[in-house]
């Protein structure tokens, strides 16, 4: 043993009175009470915290769905924006001959463009 262990073993003991130890038998029994009181809120709120975690995973499951939804989503209003941008460059593109088809025929021409239309179409 260390020499203050030692010393503490050879000192006469402390009178103490009955009262003093149910004092100190209190003190513990009170902190003891706070303890077990401690330890049963940490359980409580671990459980909700549980609780509140398998909420949340669950939440995050239904989403993961939901987010790859809405990338195909995307990616088909994608497609169809560059399907509109390509269409409306195309007509800038054609040969001369198609490009003055596709212009705005007078009330007068509209019998005679018509007819040469056809024409084409029939001959391809």
């Not at 209190?26 to 809120?41: D, K, N, P, S």
């Not at 990338?71 to 994608?78: E, L, N, Q, Y």
């Amino acid at each position: 043993m260390s020499d203050s262990c030692k010393g503490a073993l050879d000192a006469p003991a402390i009178p103490t009175t009955i009262e003093e130890t149910y004092a100190l038998r209190g003190r513990l029994t009170a902190l003891l009470a706070q303890t077990v009181q401690a330890e049963t809120e940490i359980r409580y709120r671990i459980a909700d915290l549980e609780t509140e975690a398998g909420r949340l995973r669950a939440q995050l499951e239904q989403t993961a769905p939901a987010i790859e939804t809405l990338g195909r989503s995307i990616a088909t209003v994608d497609e169809a924006i560059r399907r509109r941008i390509r269409d409306l460059r195309a007509p800038a593109a054609l040969p001369a001959e198609t490009a003055a088809e596709a212009r705005v025929e007078t009330p007068a021409e509209p019998a005679t463009r018509s007819r040469q239309r056809e024409g084409r179409r029939r001959s391809h």
